[in-house]
């Protein structure tokens, strides 16, 4: 089983509608999670840190459940601007090791 | 603040060639970390600094992957010799700290293409 797995899409999103997936991992000795994002050819940037009790920036929102160990991420209003692939980052406790997912690819469509 | 440097941004090399990659990290960042991104996946840690030490390398394939951090600030990452399952990109990142919550700077990248 791999250490953070993720659907890799694509989900096609028409322009305005709602968005969520999931990403799962297997340490359940996990600290931190983050969700970066990535346009094609370019480099990740981060989008969100996740907390405990869930945080939401503008149209994202960022869930963490512990006990079946997956974070999710929803996108509210889709816009085409959105089109990306979402990596989910993993921070396992021990040594501070950040390990990526394998992305999930969003494509927001008129 | 000026962000993560690399060159070059892109490379061809023939296979059993040699390459090498240079990145500067954020200024004050005392993590460094070299990751691999093959086409269609996310990145896999190649080997993580905290200042000039190596904190995990167990991923980069010490036959023919090195890498130094002299002085604690810039890196180099080496591939001798260069096989065709290399060609992917190589990303260099940076954080204020060792991972926990500290989220990575990353730089735009190394394309290489080994044919």
């Known amino acids: 089983r791999k250490e953070v797995e993720q659907d890799p899409g694509p989900f096609n999103v028409p322009e305005g509608a709602t968005v969520a997936f999931n990403c799962t991992y297997s340490?359940?000795?996990?600290?931190?999670f983050f969700w970066y994002r990535q346009d094609c050819r370019k480099e990740p940037k981060l989008l969100m840190s996740?907390?405990?009790s869930g945080n939401e920036d503008g149209r994202f929102t960022a869930q963490l459940n512990r006990a079946s160990q997956y974070i999710s991420l929803l996108i509210r209003d889709s816009k085409l601007s959105d089109s990306a692939t979402y990596l989910c980052?993993?921070?396992?406790?021990?040594?501070?090791?950040?390990?990526f997912g394998g992305g999930t690819r969003v494509l927001v469509k008129p | 603040e000026a962000g993560v440097a690399q060159s070059p941004r892109y490379k061809i090399i023939e296979k059993r060639q040699s390459v090498a990659f240079w990145c500067n990290p954020i200024?004050?960042?005392?993590?460094l970390y070299w990751y691999q991104q093959i086409l269609g996946q996310g990145p896999k840690l190649l080997i993580q600094?905290?200042?000039?030490?190596?904190?995990?390398d167990s991923q980069l394939p010490k036959d023919r992957f090195s890498a130094e951090r002299l002085k604690g600030v810039d890196s180099t990452l080496k591939i001798q010799p260069a096989k065709l399952e290399d060609s992917a990109v190589y990303l260099c990142?940076?954080?204020?700290?060792?991972?926990?919550?500290?989220?990575?700077?990353f730089g735009n990248g190394t394309r290489l293409t080994v044919t």
């Open positions: 990142a940076s954080s204020l700290g060792s991972g926990y919550n500290s989220p990575l700077h």
């Open positions: 980052v993993v921070n396992k406790a021990a040594g501070n090791k950040l390990t």
């Open positions: 600094f905290q200042n000039n030490g190596v904190v995990d």
């Open positions: 200024s004050g960042h005392a993590t």
């Open positions: 340490n359940s000795a996990s600290q931190s």
């Open positions: 996740v907390y405990s």
